[in-house]
């Protein structure tokens, strides 16, 4: 089972450069977020979505643009990118149905130089 | 604003004892709140308590919720290495796919 997959596992960009993270789920969920995680930070919500077409902002949504228009699909974009980018960054999905927990992809570490 | 605070942010054991992590919550429309166990990479999840479930079990690890006083706990008995990780705690809002998450408590347990 792949379950959340995220490419790629590593990039390094240079400061004002654009990029797009992937995220795939072949799980069918309709719901995929995207964290990232900073040292004493905790994970921090930057963009969600609850199904194809529908996107909303997180908590840190500045700098990132997202697009969901498949189910098994959510990329990030950085539109121009910043050394405050410097993160690791996680995908995760879950089902609409009940109660259900959401699974996280291996996460995508990026710096920004 | 909402909020999710673990304590203690870093503890080391040894190898055979039990241990607590605390998990306290002030965030609005609460409809559940989840455990994970991050080690290297992805966060994989242990244990979601909700109104319908506040207690849950499973080998070694057990968790409570109290949603009067706002608080869950993560017990893990007889610890063994393979238990240090960073645990996480999360609140999942109601009305939304938001999960608030602390900043998660560093385990390291030695041999």
């Known amino acids: 089972n792949a379950g959340v997959t995220q490419t790629p596992k590593f990039q390094v960009l240079k400061t004002g450069q654009s990029m797009t993270l992937q995220c795939a789920q072949d799980?069918?969920?309709?719901?995929m977020s995207w964290y990232r995680q900073d040292p004493g930070m905790g994970l921090r919500l930057i963009h969600y979505?609850?199904?194809?077409?529908?996107?909303d902002q997180g908590e840190v949504p500045n700098g990132y643009n997202v697009s969901r228009s498949t189910t098994e699909d959510f990329p990030l974009r950085l539109l121009s990118a910043a050394p405050s980018q410097t993160s690791v960054y996680f995908c995760?999905?879950?089902?609409?149905?009940?109660?259900?927990?959401?699974?996280f992809g291996d996460g995508t570490r990026l710096s920004i130089l | 604003e909402d909020k999710v605070v673990q304590s203690p942010l870093s503890l080391v054991v040894h190898e055979g004892d039990t241990v607590t992590l605390n998990c306290s919550y002030e965030?609005?429309?609460?409809?559940?709140l989840l455990w994970y166990k991050q080690e290297k990479k992805a966060p994989t999840f242990l244990f979601m308590l909700?109104?319908?479930?506040i207690e849950k079990k499973s080998g070694r690890l057990s968790s409570i919720l109290d949603k009067k006083e706002l608080f869950s706990i993560l017990n893990i008995t007889a610890t063994q290495t393979g238990d240090s990780a960073v645990y996480l705690c999360?609140?999942?809002?109601?009305?939304?796919?938001?999960?608030?998450f602390g900043k998660g408590t560093k385990l390291t347990v030695n041999p």
């Open positions: 979505s609850v199904g194809a077409g529908i996107t």
């Open positions: 995760a999905s879950r089902g609409r149905s009940g109660y259900q927990p959401q699974h």
């Open positions: 999360a609140v999942e809002k109601g009305g939304s796919e938001k999960l608030v």
């Open positions: 909700t109104s319908s479930g």
């Open positions: 799980m069918n969920h309709e719901y």
């Open positions: 965030v609005t429309n609460f409809r559940s």
